[in-house]
T-cell receptor, first 111, second 117 residues
Framework: AQSVAQPEDQVNVAEGNPLTVKCTYSVSGNPYLFWYVQYPNRGLQFLLKYITGDNLVKGSYGFEAEFNKSQTSFHLKKPSALVSDSALYFCAVRTLGDMRFGAGTRLTVKP | GAGVSQSPRYKVTKRGQDVALRCDPISGHVSLYWYRQALGQGPEFLTYFNYEAQQDKSGLPNDRFSAERPEGSISTLTIQRTEQRDSAMYRC???FGAGAAGANVLTFGAGSRLTVL
């Protein structure tokens, strides 16, 4: 069975500082990994995905994520956080069929 | 359509009533997914379809929950004899491919918020 874990319920960073939102996964076979963001009272929006190739994936709004096979991780990163990045972030894993989501990490960026 | 459309956006019902939630996926999208999301939590997988075939229903909580997609487009999630614990946001998503579909992105609808009194 496939699953993801987001070990931090909450991440707080100051505006302008780098941010990291952690994700680890468990899957048999090659994983497809995704990050989604959810703003208040909104649906889930796709940020980026890892399929194959370069371990560093770049996505929307300046976000990037690094796939690390040995550590089974796919951490989301941004070099310089914005207040507008404050939202709920979900990591997800998929093999062929359904997509499974983590419990989410609430990111708060303070001015 | 241009996006994934769900209706109703809000549904309030009394315990014991049946409810039907509708999802109209992006035109041409083969795969359709249903999730349930509690406030502040991650989406919980319920079931998914490729075309009209239900591929996996392992996430449906019990036999009061069912879903169909008879013509491979619009899908209906039905909850019979609703209970208060069924209150949640129900989200539908669709994606383009079947087959090697793992790489395809899911596009989500705005959701249907169900409240069972």
């Amino acid at each position: 069975a496939q699953s993801v874990a987001q070990p931090e319920d909450q991440v707080n960073v100051a505006e302008g500082n780098p941010l990291t939102v952690k994700c680890t996964y468990s899957v048999s076979g090659n994983p497809y990994l995704f990050w989604y963001v959810q703003y208040p009272n909104r649906g889930l929006q796709f940020l980026l995905k890892y399929i194959t190739g370069d371990n560093l994936v770049k996505g929307s709004y300046g976000f990037e994520a690094e796939f690390n096979k040995s550590q089974t991780s796919f951490h989301l990163k941004k070099p310089s956080a914005l207040v507008s990045d404050s939202a709920l972030y979900f990591c997800a894993v998929r093999t062929l069929g359904d997509m499974r989501f983590g419990a989410g990490t609430r990111l708060t960026v303070k001015p | 359509g241009a996006g994934v459309s769900q209706s109703p956006r809000y549904k309030v019902t009394k315990r014991g009533q049946d409810v039907a939630l509708r999802c109209d996926p992006i035109s041409g999208h083969v795969s359709l997914y249903w999730y349930r999301q509690a406030l502040g939590q991650g989406p919980e997988f319920l079931t998914y379809f490729n075309y009209e075939a239900q591929q996996d229903k392992s996430g449906l909580p019990n036999d009061r929950f069912s879903a169909e997609r008879p013509e491979g487009s619009i899908s209906t999630l039905t909850i019979q004899r609703t209970e208060q614990r069924d209150s949640a946001m129900y989200r539908c998503a669709s994606s383009f491919g079947a087959g090697a579909a793992g790489a395809n992105v899911l596009t989500f609808g705005a959701g249907s918020r169900l409240t069972v009194l």
